[in-house]
Nanobody, 114 residues
Framework: QVQLVESGGGLVQAGGSLRLSCVAS????????MGWFRQAPGKQRELVAV???????NYADSVKGRFTVSSENAKNTVYLQMNSLKPEDTAVYYC????????WGQGTQVTVSS
């Protein structure tokens, strides 16, 4: 059974920073990419940032220049460094793993106060 365990969410003031972490229990050789999606109340889940095992990254336009996704492939771990946070970044953030199919974590709440 695949498990994605997220940590690092919380409450922060606008302009602050948070770092999310996600550890996956999965066969390292089968992983193609890991990353983060988010879902705000009343909105659809959207891509935040994804990184492939080869190191290629893809970011939502709204977070470019503020968020950085990184990974430790040997540890099946992905990180999301979030700087200059804005109230519109408030959402549940979900860890994502792409292998033979897509897998999702349970989500961690990020709340940015103005």
């Amino acid at each position: 059974q695949v498990q994605l365990v997220e940590s690092g969410g919380g409450l922060v003031q606008a302009g602050g920073s948070l770092r999310l972490s996600c550890v996956a229990s999965y066969s390292t050789s089968s992983i193609r990419a890991m990353g983060w999606f988010r879902q705000a109340p009343g909105k659809q889940r959207e891509l935040v940032a994804v990184i492939t095992t080869g190191g290629s990254t893809n970011y939502a336009d709204s977070v470019k220049g503020r968020f950085t996704v990184s990974s430790e492939n040997a540890k099946n771990t992905v990180y999301l460094q979030m700087n200059s946070l804005k109230p519109e970044d408030t959402a549940v953030y979900y860890c994502y793993l792409a292998a033979n199919r897509n897998y999702w974590g349970q989500g961690t709440q990020v709340t940015v106060s103005s």
